[in-house]
């Protein structure tokens, strides 16, 4: 089976272009949905983030307070290490359990979508990756439209790569600046090209 990774920076399309490869049949595995599962409570992330922390980081019902916690790791380098050396890889281990289950199940191909994907390497552990990108001013428009600050905007995009140096490493590339029309025209053409390869190599054997 082969695994592709989809990356870009935030508020650059990548859930809209997920979602556009699984309504194709594509399976996706995103994870900022494994983020979330692995700091629910009970679980041991999440207790470790509270010693890490402090329990501030917690509401009344016992739950993360991820708007708290993001204020708290994106204004320290050192704090946002912390936080990923107790997520990481557990949302690792997550992706890759998925993925082994669809290769199990005999899917040609399967999608997880890692924003930090060559911060953290995983680019090794993929056959190909596809990253999603916009202009900056787009960006800065998409993300003031959920309510980031100028200030959270810099510092979320401080802790990645520029979008120009994954675009470089990318396989592919998907342009999200206009309609999601021209969205789906990318998406369709570049998953033709992979099926009709399916194909050729079907054909040798």
């Known amino acids: ?112 979508v890692i924003p930090l994907l060559y911060e953290t390497g995983a680019e090794r552990e993929l056959d190909r990756v596809v990253c999603v990108a916009c202009s900056r001013a787009t960006q800065h428009q998409r993300l003031r439209q959920r309510g980031w600050s100028e200030a959270d905007i810099q510092a979320r995009s401080a802790a990645q790569w520029p979008v120009e140096e994954k675009i470089a490493r990318a396989d592919h590339v998907i342009w999200t600046e206009g309609s999601l029309w021209a969205a789906e025209a990318q998406v369709d053409l570049l998953l033709g090209r992979w099926c009709q390869r399916d194909g050729a190599f079907a054909g040798a054997v």
């Open 1 to 112: 089976m082969e695994r592709i990774g989809l990356t870009g920076g935030p508020g650059m399309g990548k859930t809209a272009v997920a979602r556009l490869f699984e309504q194709r049949g594509v399976p996706v595995v995103d994870t900022d949905e494994l983020a979330r599962q692995v700091v629910q409570p009970g679980q041991p992330a999440l207790q470790e983030i509270v010693a890490a922390f402090g329990s501030g980081v917690l509401d009344d019902g016992g739950r993360l307070r991820r708007a708290e916690l993001a204020r708290i790791v994106f204004a320290d380098e050192r704090a946002r290490r912390t936080l990923e050396a107790i997520t990481h890889p557990r949302i690792r281990q997550l992706w890759h359990t998925q993925m082994a289950a669809w290769e199990a199940a005999g899917l040609p191909r399967a999608i997880v």
